[in-house]
């Protein structure tokens, strides 16, 4: 069994910045790609920023130059780092790790941008 648990979000004024962590544990060998994702509501959930086994990331074009993923030497933790935050930033931010093709989901953890 794979835990994912979030931690770091928040209410902050547009302009700010928050740094979400994530932690994966339980049956985990080796090293699997991991990400972040957001739902607005009434919106679908969409990919945020990703970050391969190798190190690669990616990010969606509404965070590019202003969100950060990164990664934790021991593989299982990855961070998101967001910076100049905007109303539109706001949702439930969610964690992912894929597992030998299976997805396994955080809890998610609120994310508020507003004055």
């Known amino acids: 069994q794979v835990q994912v648990v979030e931690s770091g979000g928040g209410l902050v004024q547009p302009g700010g910045s928050l740094r979400l962590s994530c932690v994966a544990s339980?049956?985990?060998?080796?090293?699997?790609?991991m990400g972040w994702y957001r739902q607005a509501p009434g919106k679908q959930r969409e990919s945020v920023a990703t970050?391969?086994?190798?190190?690669?990331?990616n990010y969606d074009d509404s965070v590019k130059g202003r969100f950060t993923i990164s990664r934790d030497s021991n593989k299982r933790t990855v961070y998101l780092q967001m910076n100049s935050l905007e109303p539109e930033d706001t949702a439930v931010y969610y964690c992912?790790?894929?597992?030998?093709?299976?997805?396994?989901w955080g809890q998610g953890t609120q994310v508020t941008v507003s004055s």
């Open positions: 992912n790790i894929r597992v030998l093709g299976r997805d396994y």
């Open positions: 339980g049956s985990i060998f080796g090293i699997y790609p």
């Open positions: 970050i391969s086994y190798g190190g690669t990331t």
